[in-house]
């Protein structure tokens, strides 16, 4: 590289820490970070952390590894409660940060939280990793060039095993509380979708929705809902929380003007489940080589390396180089506030029985 290495601290040591120390890991040994501390109250998710990635300092708060002189930018990776005040430490000190989604589990502090990063300045970034499946990123070419006509409407199904100790021994359980989670299936995985939704179709306008919460905790484990964006594009979009493991997967059906695309997907990178069908008029239908796809949108960020198991290596990445550069080329907290307002729309029509809700009238909109 020859560049600066960007000193990172890393706040919050679960399971998605974990995977995010595992990227830390190759960027390390590439030469683009320093791993300078990690954060965590409990000493075991520390120490498996830091296995993965050696970090110079442990702690067991986050305050410790925002204040870290050696910190130029922090990660967080803690559960959404923690989130917002981690952040607010960091761009008060004028520290880049990449948030995990979701931001916060009310709508009132994600509106807030993306106000005082806009605010600061700094480099902000929010984990919506799914951007950087090559699969989407073709998706969105598509729409972009035009090739298939305008896009008309679409079928997003989500569905993942209930992330909850309750249903998923081992596993922590602050999901399945609404005062830590904020949301279920919708905010807490299918914002993932409703960003992508919002990045490959524009901005939503209205939606109307219902909830189910079948597994009886304080949050949903099913939605159903119809957006439209401003662009005119009508969509749907079920997700579910249930209880088959071993399957985290993602279906989008695109309908365009002269053409349709199917994609499959998991969230790790070459998933079995990974399939993208591309049907126009009169030929025959096209199978993408997800290998080759992969690799060519790869090399457009420069990567070469074949070994990659997890999409947050790449977001992590594209963070320290945003770092670097001054210049954010990830998905940002603007981002986060539409994704987030497109699961906050879905919350308010399912409480009013499906009334349609507009999002300009939310609060942090500018109309
Ligand atoms: N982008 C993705 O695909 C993705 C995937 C999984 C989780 N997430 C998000 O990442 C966050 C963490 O999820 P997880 O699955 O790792 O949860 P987890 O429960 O497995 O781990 C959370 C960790 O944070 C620690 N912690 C609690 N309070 C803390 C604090 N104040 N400071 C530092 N650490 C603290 C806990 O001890 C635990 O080790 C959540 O917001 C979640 O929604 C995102």
Known sequence: MGER?????LVGCGTNGWVHAHG?????AEGEIRAVAAADPSPDGLEAVNRQCAFDRLHP??????????VDAVLVTSPTATHSEIVRRAIALGKPVMCEKPLAPTF??????????????????????SRFNPMFQHLRDLVVTGELGAPIGYMLREDQFWPTGAVVPGHSSWRSDRAQSGGGALLEHTIHGCDLLSWIFGAATSVTARTRSVFGFGVEDLAAATVEHGSGVIGTITTVFNGVQGREERRLEVFFERGTVEITGDFV?????????IHRPATPTEVPDLVALRAAYFATLGITRDDLIFY????DRAFVHGVRSGVLTGPGFPDAYAAHALVEAAYRSADAGGAPVRLADLPGSAG
């Open 108 to 129: 009132a502090e994600v509106a807030s939280i993306c106000a005082d990063v806009a605010g600061s300045g700094v480099v902000g970034q929010v984990g919506f990793h």
């Open 5 to 9: 290495v960007i000193g990172i601290g």
């Open 61 to 70: 708060d986050g305050a410790s590894v925002v204040s870290d002189p050696e």
């Open 269 to 277: 990178i070459g998933a079995r489940e990974d399939a993208m069908l």
């Open 312 to 315: 947050q290596y790449i977001g």
């Open 24 to 28: 830390l890991a190759a960027l390390a």
